[in-house]
């Protein structure tokens, strides 16, 4: 008897043939035409199976097919898709295909995975430029890691926009001032659960919403001014159209006009978003319940801004403004300026009903209303608005196109820091002194403050029934002008308030002879 002892030899790994992993999506309809309608942002699930191995990860595509090559890497089982619908209604397929531990390749969750077809090559695209080029990774084990696809359509419909005004640090709409001149601004943020580049357009109307007054502005159009010249104010009462412009000052223009601004009345401006499908948001206005929006035609050539906290009798806001009326009242014709063209000046405060005259966006707003008149007289009391009149008042004394002039009068506080970081950005002066010798400082009774220039008034302290107020008191800083600046007026002499007699400088005029600082 023979006996025959045989074994069966083991295949190795490079002999056993890889089973490929497969891919589920969570949903088994009858058939991949039977979803009903969806939104087009999805949370989609998945996840995969690998008979002789692991799954490490999966590429996950969108669109109407395959044919764009790009897939996106995924360590997890789910993602927030985005359907780039462009249409009222459109399907979408979601292709998944799992990788297994046969993948050699390191990628990171996100990676864009690319596909060339001829020869056939996955590559890692990092810099997502569509090309086999610089830093990009060959993925030569792909093809042995991936499994087969699996796909769903996905069915989607539009939704609308929606828009919305800004919103504040407080978390509250920002409103227009509660009086404005013919110039205000309005910003807002429109959104699409469709990705917000579905949105063409935006359109506002002012104080009818009827379908024959919307204006149509680009759907970059986030911030609009609206603005009326003087040139046509001046010639209207009524009813006036409004240019619409867009960016800030020194780059701004003019994108379209609005009909219906009223003038010496409130108004509201109505809002609305489109879509590339047609949809159209729900309409939104200013100003809210409880607020209103009054345009004042400007009449003056003069605007006084009054930057006064309250106080009360002579001193009181109101006195001081009457007291201002008083003396402008006064002023005779001169070559430099018809009397008649400030003597019933415009008027804006500061300070006055906590701010609610201040707009929000210094730029462009306040600039070009300065702009509506030919001089600016900004009066202040110890403290100063700085922060609001730097770049206005700045921009509004260099700007090339305007002739427009400022006399800036302020008593400084009794503490101060220095201001070359505030005042002096705007105004023609180079600093003001810090010393509190100057705080509170006495007149003789016969200090004058003296045209040091030899081209001014002279000026003189208060006096009583025509007697100059003995030991006048009131703060004061020394200024200095800046190299290009000069010196217009300077006080005799006065006692400081450490008993020194001084002589000091109290007001400036920069070189175009278009702001004085007192």
Known sequence: MLTFVSCVKQPTEAEHTNQKPKAFLWIFPNNEDSLSLGISKQHIHWWGEDRDGFVVGFLVSVGNSLTTGEMIYRTKNDSIISFPLLMELDTFQVYVRAIDNHLKEQLIDGAVVRKINSPLMYYWD??????????????????????????QKFPVVNTPPSVSFEINSANTRVQPPETTFTVATF???GSDADGNNTITHYEIALNDSSSSNWVSLDSSATMVTL??????????????????????????????????????????????????????????????????????????????????????????????IQFYRTIFNQIPDTPFVVGNSVR??????????????IPFHLDPTFILTLQLF???????????????????????????????????????????????????????????????SYTITRAYSDTTVSDVAGEF????????????????????????????????????SIISKTNIKISPTVGVIDASNRFVFM
Request: charged fraction near 20%.
């Open 374 to 436: 030919d001089y600016v007289f900004w009066y202040a009391g110890q403290e100063p608005s700085w922060n609001t009149a730097a770049n206005p008042l700045f921009l509004y004394a260099v700007d090339p196109a305007s002739t427009g002039r400022i006399l800036f009068s302020t008593a400084f506080q009794f503490s101060l820091s220095d201001p070359r970081g505030s005042v002096a950005t705007f105004a023609p002066i180079d600093s003001v002194t810090t010393s509190d």
């Open 126 to 151: 990092k810099n997502n430029d569509s090309l086999f080029d610089g830093n990009d990774i060959k993925l030569l084990s792909l093809p042995n890691a991936i499994g087969e696809i699996s796909k």
């Open 227 to 320: 603005y009326v010249p003087r040139s046509i104010s001046d010639n209207t009462n009524g009813t006036v159209n409004a240019q619409i412009k867009t960016g800030i000052y020194g780059n701004m223009r003019i994108v379209g006009e609005v009909s219906g601004l009223r003038l010496n009345d409130t108004n509201r401006i109505f809002l609305r978003a489109k879509d590339i499908a047609g949809d159209i948001s729900k309409i939104v206005s200013l100003p809210d319940s409880g607020y209103h929006w009054y345009v004042k035609k400007p009449t003056s050539k003069l605007l006084v801004i009054e930057d006064y906290i309250a106080s009360s009798g002579v001193n009181s806001p109101d006195s001081v």
């Open 344 to 357: 019933n000046f415009d008027f804006t405060s500061l300070r006055r009903n906590s701010g609610s005259l």
């Open 457 to 492: 008034p002279q000026l003189a302290f208060k006096r009583n029934n025509g007697t100059p107020t003995i030991h006048s008191q009131f703060f004061y800083r020394q200024l200095y002008p800046r190299s290009t600046a000069r010196s217009i007026y300077g006080i005799d």
């Open 187 to 189: 910003s807002w943020t």
